[in-house]
């Protein structure tokens, strides 16, 4: 089949990450994609630079005209058999597909579609699939509307194989880390949702009990100078490194004893089953698809959304207890199994050949 993959976001985040790994197992099973997405923007660049078409497409703003008449233009170029949307801002374009082309479009956060429960209905009935990466990303779409029956749960996945690779004392040396100096890591984007504020707090209580924990922050984002400002007035700028982009997470969280995931709001938590993968236990929030992710005392440790003082209690049992972290490392690395690339790709291609064949029997929108 060939398919036209929509991300108009200028932005480079974990779900661009998913739509690059899906684009790449689909041409290893004989498929075609085309992405439609912001040609000078990460995702384009990256797509292009590994022998994927990528089509310039922006769209500023929900139901963007431009972006609508453009979307359709390069429809009836390709005559792709279907359309997938990866964003809310592609979804608002979904109307501008030609009459009887198939859609699908997928759901990556936690919280509901934002609009009236009218609105939000009729959207979502503009495409024919619609999948969720969570049980909790697909209550959050029928608590405004949504079919529940018209939703599939497919969850995200990551490189399971490639994190399984996690070496400590490699990762130490390169990040210059000392062998016994307690590691925290965390990776995201740095947004408020994240919690990357609630885990420096955290981290300042372990101090005052007397763990010099180093925490370790991959990603950018807004936050960043206030993350810096909130680190220096709680005096730990010399515990925490905001360590910006980088490529490769798996030295980050390989040099951890514990990954924290403090989100206040996840659609399903990948950095949490990377550091899985990597064997490390991991503490996160109660929140979204992490419930889903993390079983509380078997992968992992799940405290309540905010609570800083949980965190810090949390973090604190995996670093001072070493069975209880190998036992929970070594749970989550089969537990990690079940996230794997190949399965959300074989869960998106289920999708896909779904709709299409209630198409040619007649359905739609199923």
Known sequence: MKVLHVDPEHTFGGG???VLALVTHLREHGHASILATPSTGELGTRAAANGFVVEDLRANYGHDLRGGVRLRRLCQAHRPDLVHLHTARALSLAAYRPA????????????P???TRPYVGWLYRQVDGIIAVSHAAKAAMVARGVEAERVTVVPSGVTVDHFA????????????????RPVVSI?????SRKGHAVLFRAVAALQKEGLDVLCLAAGEGPEHEALESQARSLGMSDRVR????????????AAADVVAQPSLAEGLGVAAVEGMASARPVVAS????????????VEGLLVPIGDEAALASALASCLRDSELSGRLGAAGRLRAAQFSTEAMARGNEAVYERVLSARSSGGSNS
Do not use: F
């Open 165 to 180: 690779l996690a070496d400590r004392a490699k990762a130490r040396a390169e990040l210059q880390i000392d062998s016994e």
């Open 242 to 253: 905001l360590l910006g982009h980088i490529e490769d997470v798996l030295p980050v969280l």
């Open 113 to 115: 579609p934002r609009g």
């Open 187 to 191: 990776v995201g984007s740095l947004h």
């Open 286 to 297: 109660r929140v979204g698809g992490l419930m889903e992710t993390i079983r509380h005392g």
């Open 16 to 18: 661009e990450t998913q």
């Open 100 to 111: 009887g082309m198939p859609g699908v479009v997928t759901r990556r956060m936690d919280y």
